[in-house]
Nanobody, 119 residues
Framework: QVQLVESGGGLVQPGGSLRLSCAAS????????MAWYRQAPGKQRELVAS???????NYADSVKGRFTISRDNAKKTVYLQMNSLKPDDTAVYYC?????????????WGQGTQVTVSS
């Protein structure tokens, strides 16, 4: 059974910082792309940032220069460092990973963690 467990969300003032973590566990053979998505109330889920196992990264235009995605392959963990947060960054943030088990490759999702940016 594969699980993604997120942590690090919370309430922060505009201009502040938060760091999200997402750890994968279970019968994992390998992990491909790991990513962070977010969904604000009334909006579709959108890709925030992604990182390949080799370290290549990709960011949504709205977070470039403010957010940094990184991963520790040995710990099967992906991080999202969020700086200069804005009220528009308020959303539930979801971790996503493409994981190979012994029998197949599937996309897995975390349970989501709330990030609220407000004064």
């Amino acid at each position: 059974q594969v699980q993604l467990v997120e942590s690090g969300g919370g309430l922060v003032q505009p201009g502040g910082s938060l760091r999200l973590s997402c750890a994968a566990s279970g019968s994992i053979f390998s992990i491909g792309v790991m990513a962070w998505y977010r969904q604000a109330p009334g909006k579709q889920r959108e890709l925030v940032a992604s990182a390949t196992a080799g370290g290549a990264t990709n960011y949504a235009d709205s977070v470039k220069g403010r957010f940094t995605i990184s991963r520790d392959n040995a710990k099967k963990t992906v991080y999202l460092q969020m700086n200069s947060l804005k009220p528009d960054d308020t959303a539930v943030y979801y971790c996503n990973a493409r994981i190979s088990t012994m029998n197949l490759v599937s996309d897995y999702w975390g349970q989501g963690t709330q990030v609220t940016v407000s004064s």
